[in-house]
């Protein structure tokens, strides 16, 4: 097959009129462009296509792009879903169970809201070390220092100031020392209650109801959004089957041939034997590349919406030249 092209969105939406304008978002413009680059360059799938294409039951199109959105965001039903549904395309949607069931402030995103709220990120990252030493009772937990070495090194998208909070407030402190922290700089930095940001931020299951009716493949991002990674057998069980519980409830059926997004990207191979199990038909990396084939379809790579132009006209990044050649497909 040609390289299937996914591509993965978190945050769409107004940003000038946001309550935070400073949010790593995708402008509506933006999108609009995006999606009109793609209409000229590829041939959008649905899920179900990529299901089928895995099996060899279905050859996908030369050009064929996925379009995959995280986390259960109201922007996806306000914003994404009518221009999806204006150019007949289809998408996968992958909310996590416990901020859309729950309606639960997740601390990854506890961090993007104190990131978009503070307008100096190494004064923030400052603030930090000051708290992870003003609590750190015994050699047993790592120092700032430490662990400003471990992780302050910049990534695709973001300086050494903003991987280090990131990378520190996610996964480089235990975790009740990660949910304190990620809390006292919420309501320093930010100040608006949790159920208030919850309702703000998260779709209700009516509205991912509405996308699975109108087309839209609804699957798994979690329940609790961890790193599988880190969890043992038995709590990997359990999420996954809570993840599952979670799609039934959406569907009203238990799921067949589902897809699973990894939080974070993280899994391993326990994960991937759980899912088999479970008849779990894709998963969803993080991992930046084109899906050159479909042998592994528990593994597929994704691109950001960074990695593509964002008007019709634009030459193509490096990425959509491995896809279609110079001449622009």
Known sequence: MSALTIVMYHYVRDLARSRYPSLKA???????????????????CSVRDVVAAARGEHRLPPNACLLTFDDGFLDHFTTVLPRLLARGFSAGFYPPAAAVEGRRLLDTHKIHLILAACDDTGKLARRLLDLIEARRHDDATPSGEALWREHAVASRFDGPDVVFVKRVLQRGLPESARSALAQ????????????????????????????????????????????????TPSAQVAEIDATIDFLSRVHGRPPVDWVMCYPFGSYDATTLDLLRQRGCALGLTTRVDLASDLARPLELPRLDTNDLPTSASARPTTWAVKVLGDGHG
């Open 26 to 44: 995708l402008t509506v413009d933006a999108f609009d462009g995006q999606l009109d680059y793609i209409a000229r360059h590829y041939r959008v």
């Open 184 to 231: 006292c700089l919420l309501e320093e930095y930010v100040g608006v209650d949790e159920a208030t940001l919850a309702h703000e931020l998260y779709m209700a299951p009516e509205q991912l109801r509405c996308m699975a009716q109108l087309g839209m493949d609804v699957g798994g991002h979690g329940a609790a959004h961890v790193w599988l990674d880190s969890l």
